[in-house]
Every structure is written in structure tokens, then in C-alpha cells.
């Protein structure tokens, strides 16, 4: 099973891409790397879910190298509204075993 | 599309009294839904996942007879906290998952339900 590894905390300052990496260094084969965002007292919500290389959507890129042992989420142009806990998620595709991270704090300021 | 709700959003109740909290999935069918609980500040920690017509499985640690789960249909889990004492507060969060292509095929989170046992 993938443990996570994630940075505690971040800060950044508005209009700036953060990258916010996790390691997964027991990630198996079968296992996909998904990224949630979650505000106080609400559920997680999803951003982005990829397998390898890069995936990008409207709101961020994934970048994952070819070892699969980590992988990056990249926010570009943050706002204040982007502070959050950013959670990675390692399992496989259908959440059998998954690994939910200890979440990164982003704090974004003016 | 891939909206999970959860009723109530927060609930308030005697220590010893039973809660009861809806997770749906809205457009989509959801073989699969997970139980969270999450403290302050902390990640979320599973509970139990709990598949469509078929018992839920629970994480180590976590009492069935306590946290009674139910997934009866593809569209409704229920959590139902029985005989609830001040330590069982905290947020509880639902997610969703479909299985297959298209919408669902990630989990998709509810809202959450805030409950305060007195």
C-alpha cells in the first residue's frame, strides 16, 4: 500500500503557480494519484486524477515522472480563494486500497 | 455532473440517542461509498466502505455496532450513529464511487455532516 508524504504547510502570494509535491514511493502498478481541495467544514473536492506523465483541466496540471514516485500538483496563478489542505490520494482504480495524504495547507496572501 | 449529497448538514443531540446521516449520489450510480470522520486539523480517516447490496467492511478499530452502515440502493449509504456519547462528535464525510467509466469513476465527497453530541 502507497503511503504518502506530503508538506505540512505551504505559503504563496497571489498570481504565483505553487506546485505542491507528494511522494508515493511504494505506488504499485495498479494505483492512480488523485488531488482534492478542501475548505473548513466542507467535503473534499475533486481537482485532478492521472495516471502518469501530465494531465491538465481547467484549474490545474498533474505532472508525474516516468518512476511514478511522486508526483506534483501545479496551481497556476493562485488566489486567495485557493487557500486550502490539498490532499493526495494513491490507490487503485477502484479504491480497493488507497492512501489518503496528511494534506498540505496552502496559505495564499495578498 | 458527479454531485454527492449528504442531509443532515449538521445535527445537534443528546448523548445515548441515535443519528442518522443520508449520503446520496445525485447523477450518477454508486457502487461503492466510503465513511469518513474527520477531527480538527486532521485528514480524514475512514471508517468503512460499504458496497451496494452487500455488507460494509470497516476499518480496524472502527465498531460496526456502533456505526451501523447501510447501502441499499445505488443512489443512498446511510451512517447511523447509535447510542451517541461526546466523543463520537466530529465531522463525518460521505464520498461516492461509480466504477466504471465517466462520471463516478473517482470519489466524489458530500458536503459533510457536522455533529455535536451534548
Known amino acids: 500500500l502507497a503511503k504518502t508524504t506530503q508538506p505540512i504547510s505551504m505559503d504563496s502570494y497571489e498570481g504565483q503557480e505553487v506546485n505542491i509535491t507528494c511522494s508515493h514511493n511504494?505506488?504499485?502498478?495498479?494505483?492512480?494519484i488523485t488531488w482534492y481541495q478542501q475548505f473548513p467544514s466542507q467535503g473534499p473536492r475533486f481537482i485532478i486524477q492521472g495516471y502518469k506523465t501530465k494531465v491538465t483541466n481547467e484549474v490545474a496540471s498533474l505532472f508525474i515522472p516516468a518512476d511514478r514516485k511522486s508526483s506534483t500538483l501545479s496551481l497556476p496563478r493562485v488566489s486567495l480563494s485557493d487557500t486550502a489542505v490539498y490532499y493526495c490520494?494513491?490507490?487503485?482504480?477502484?479504491?480497493?486500497?488507497?492512501?489518503f495524504g496528511s494534506g498540505t495547507k496552502l496559505n495564499v496572501k495578498p | 455532473g458527479a454531485v454527492v449529497s449528504q442531509h443532515p448538514s449538521w445535527v445537534i443531540c443528546k448523548s445515548g440517542t441515535s443519528v442518522k446521516i443520508e449520503c446520496r449520489s445525485l447523477d450518477f450510480q454508486a457502487t461503492t461509498m466510503f465513511w469518513y470522520r474527520q477531527f480538527p486539523k486532521q485528514s480524514l480517516m475512514l471508517m468503512a466502505t460499504?458496497?451496494?447490496?452487500?455488507?460494509?467492511?470497516?476499518e480496524q478499530g472502527v465498531e460496526k455496532d456502533k456505526f451501523l452502515i447501510n447501502h441499499a440502493s445505488l443512489t443512498l449509504s446511510t451512517l447511523t450513529v447509535t447510542s451517541a456519547h461526546p466523543e463520537d462528535s466530529s465531522f463525518y464525510i460521505c464520498s461516492a464511487h461509480g466504477g466504471g467509466g465517466g462520471a463516478g469513476e473517482t470519489q466524489y465527497f458530500g458536503p459533510g455532516t457536522r455533529l455535536l453530541v451534548l
Open positions: 490520494l494513491v490507490g487503485d482504480y477502484n479504491f480497493n486500497k488507497f492512501y
Open positions: 460499504s458496497n451496494e447490496g452487500s455488507k460494509a467492511t470497516y
Open positions: 511504494n505506488i504499485a502498478t495498479n494505483d492512480y
